[in-house]
């Protein structure tokens, strides 16, 4: 079993960054690829980053070159820095782990880029 609890949410400007974290309980951490969605009111969860347990990343078109995923493996941590957020960034954040056939969800992080 792993719990995903993620911080860093909050009021940006746009143009501005901010850095989500993700605590994963549990052992065997390293094994598991992360991964970041996220999802804005009325639309669809969408996949936005994720980093293989290699180290591996992928990003949505979307984000790429203004988000970046990464993990810290000791501190059972993965990270998502945003720069240049843009008001299309706003959504609640949600932190994943997958090894299959396992998944987890962490509960969520409010993001809101607005002027």
């Known amino acids: 079993q792993v719990q995903l609890v993620e911080s860093g949410g909050g009021l940006v400007q746009p143009g501005g960054s901010l850095r989500l974290s993700c605590a994963a309980s549990g052992t065997m951490f390293s094994f598991y690829a992360m991964g970041w969605y996220r999802q804005a009111p009325g639309k669809q969860r969408e996949l936005v980053a994720t980093i293989t347990s290699g180290g591996n990343t992928n990003y949505a078109d979307s984000v790429k070159g203004r988000f970046t995923i990464s993990r810290d493996n000791a501190k059972n941590t993965v990270y998502l820095q945003m720069n240049s957020l843009k008001p299309e960034d706003t959504a609640v954040y949600y932190c994943?782990?997958?090894?299959?056939?396992?998944?987890?969800w962490g509960q969520g992080t409010q993001v809101t880029v607005s002027s």
């Open positions: 994943y782990a997958t090894r299959v056939p396992l998944n987890y």
